[in-house]
């Protein structure tokens, strides 16, 4: 009998919620230059993207996890276009660290050009915080 690591729950965690917003389509687990995010999932109807990542021990400073996150959030605007309806998810496990989580994601949202986004913060658990990237619709 396996047991699941706290990242591994918070990956299933985030793969739930991509499911029950309706983003049902596996992209075989990676970004187009073969990086893998914990969960990539697509919307078929309208082609929106779901990238999540789950967080233990990393923290929202680390160099390497802003690096790698940076990454993912170029692959993200790419994919989806900014389409309204397109997720870009961080789950953590320390509330305290939310203010950190935000200040990282708006700075990658810059480095790469994402604009006219939502930031949301959502507790999922005593344990379990989800910091959201949300393009709005083009405003054109």
Not at 23 to 30: I, K, M, Q
Not at 40 to 60: C, N, Y
Not at 105 to 132: C, T
């Amino acid at each position: 009998m396996s047991t699941l690591t706290r990242h591994d729950e918070r990956t299933d965690l985030l793969d739930s919620i991509a499911i029950l917003s309706g983003f049902d389509l596996c992209r075989a687990g990676s970004l187009p230059d073969g990086k893998r995010p914990d969960v990539l999932r697509v919307f078929p109807m309208s082609g929106a993207v779901f990238i999540g990542d789950a967080k233990d021990t990393e923290r929202p400073n680390n160099k390497n996890t802003t690096t790698r996150l940076l990454r993912y959030m170029k692959w993200f605007k790419a994919l989806s276009g900014q389409k309204a309806g397109s997720i870009f998810a961080v789950c953590f496990g320390n509330e305290n660290d939310a203010p950190e989580w935000a200040q990282t994601l708006r700075s990658i949202a810059a480095k790469v050009g994402l604009e006219n986004y939502e930031l949301e913060f959502r507790e999922l658990g005593p344990a379990d915080f989800l910091m959201v990237v949300l393009p709005n619709k083009d405003p054109s």
